[in-house]
Nanobody
Framework: VQLQASGGGSARAGGSLRLSCAVS????????VGWFRQVQGQEREFLGY????????YYADSAQGRFTISRDNDKNTAYLQMVNLTPEDTAVYYC????????????????WGQGTQVTVSS
């Protein structure tokens, strides 16, 4: 079971990025997918999650309105679209898989990918 987040990089404030979470070793349609981010020295922050079939999404206040989570089970990939980025969005971004219903806590997710760095300059 592997998840791989990609698509990070540098962006200017006001810009956008789309992160991908590619899954291998299992069918993505069996899992809810959560997105988190972490700034060095701080706790991992929940951003949002999407249910196994995509019919339900939930976002943290910090992500609501600017971030959108989607998935393509045929491609075994989930996405995090981020718009109107600010320097405060600079962090390492992670995706995680949960065979149950997902949730807003990191401990709900047994499977994690390595993160992808997002750096936003002013």
């Amino acid at each position: 079971v592997q998840l791989q987040a990609s698509g990070g990089g540098s962006a200017r404030a006001g810009g956008s990025l789309r992160l991908s979470c590619a899954v291998s070793g299992f069918g993505l349609d069996d899992y809810s997918v959560g997105w988190f981010r972490q700034v060095q020295g701080q706790e991992r922050e929940f951003l949002g999650y999407i249910s196994w079939n995509g019919d339900r999404t939930y976002y943290a206040d910090s992500a609501q309105g600017r971030f959108t989570i989607s998935r393509d089970n045929d491609k075994n990939t989930a996405y995090l679209q981020m718009v109107n980025l600010t320097p405060e969005d600079t962090a390492v971004y992670y995706c995680a898989g949960d065979p149950k219903s997902g949730g807003d806590r990191a401990e709900y997710y047994p499977f994690w990918g390595q993160g992808t760095q997002v750096t936003v300059s002013s």
